[in-house]
């Protein structure tokens, strides 16, 4: 069973770097895999795509300050953020394409997986 669990989080000061991550244990391969998050008071939104030797994607708000990155020898997903600003609080995501499967109640198999979250407060 593949779970996925993201670290990195905390509070922060406006200006200020962190790192996220976001371990998959148990899986064998990572096909592709994303970074959401949801703002106080505002829906989830995308953040940053990669997909396994093809490359990434961000959101229009991401681009120049966020790096996602993939480690397929740790099984992690990476989120690099930079110059962060109190805009950027909120809880963070992880969510990934992963074998082996999982079968679900429906009988359905899926290859998705979802992380619980990371919350990140930046203060100004």
């Known amino acids: 069973q593949v779970q996925l669990v993201e670290s990195g989080g905390g509070v922060v000061q406006a200006g200020a770097s962190l790192t996220l991550s976001c371990k998959a244990s148990g899986a064998t391969r990572i096909n592709y895999a994303n970074w959401y998050r949801q703002s106080p008071g505002k829906e989830l939104e995308l953040v940053a795509h990669?997909?396994?030797?093809?490359?990434?994607e961000y959101a229009d708000f991401a681009k120049g300050r966020f790096t996602i990155s993939l480690d397929l020898d740790q099984s992690t997903v990476g989120l690099q953020i930079t110059s962060l600003e109190p805009e950027d609080t909120g809880v963070y995501y992880c969510n990934a394409d992963c074998n082996p499967p999982q079968r679900m109640p429906t009988g359905l198999t899926v290859h998705h997986y979802w992380g619980r979250g990371t919350p990140v407060t930046v203060s100004s």
């Open positions: 990669i997909t396994n030797g093809v490359g990434t």
